[in-house]
């Protein structure tokens, strides 16, 4: 009996070049709609502008994402994971208060190392269109840590969704100002300071819930 030397089931070296091909035009068209996003923002964009940009015809684009919405939704999940992963490993605190400060300061970190990719996740989603399902879970580990200081007393402002959107308004702030104008004269310690003043702001100490 001849046996083949692929084991059964694994692609075959015509496949894998296939699946690379596949990978290589996604990840062209991912790359090329992000930069026009950040660039003419959702009302600015077309198809036939991306085509241009990425060498790839429109039937080919929508052969691999869809329709334009699923390709706009993909870019920026695939940003929003990121960031995602990134505040998932950030190590949890016995002090909830210390966790988000870790959090927000590795959000801004993410955004200043990153300027582009945060431009795209700031900016306005169309109408009617929902958040990318990894932008909410980014929500969601704040929101956690806000909980937990509201049920333990620790929270100066009225609830915890006016302390989160306090904290996005203050971080939203903060990028936008410092990727605008990135060669401006930016104290080296102004990040750590706002950060730590907003908490301060925000949170009771620790002991002092009542």
Request: glycine letters at 6%; aromatic letters at 6%; charged letters at 30%.
């Amino acid at each position: 009996m001849t046996t083949s030397s692929t084991p059964q089931n694994s692609p075959t070296p015509f496949e894998r070049r296939r699946l690379q091909q596949r990978e290589e035009t996604q990840r062209a068209i991912l790359d090329a709609t992000e930069l026009l996003l950040v660039e003419a923002g959702y009302e600015g964009f077309s198809m036939r502008r991306l085509a241009a940009r990425c060498g790839y015809t429109a039937p080919s684009i929508y052969h691999h994402f869809g329709d334009k919405q699923s390709l706009l939704d993909a870019v920026v999940e695939e940003r929003f994971q990121l960031i995602l992963e990134r505040l998932r490993r950030v190590r949890r605190r016995r002090d909830p208060a210390d966790t988000v400060r870790a959090m927000i300061g590795e959000f801004v970190t993410f955004g200043l190392e990153n300027p582009d990719h945060y431009k795209l996740l700031d900016l306005p989603r169309p109408e009617g269109s929902p958040p990318p399902p990894s932008s909410e879970r980014v929500r969601e580990l704040i929101q956690e840590a806000l909980s937990e200081l509201d049920r333990a007393g620790r929270l100066l402002s009225a609830d915890v969704q006016e302390a989160e959107q306090f904290i996005w308004t203050m971080t939203t702030g903060l990028l936008r100002l410092q990727i605008a104008h990135a060669g401006g004269d930016w104290s080296p310690t102004l990040i750590d300071f706002t950060l730590d003043a907003s908490l301060r702001g925000l949170v009771k100490p620790a002991g002092r819930a009542s």
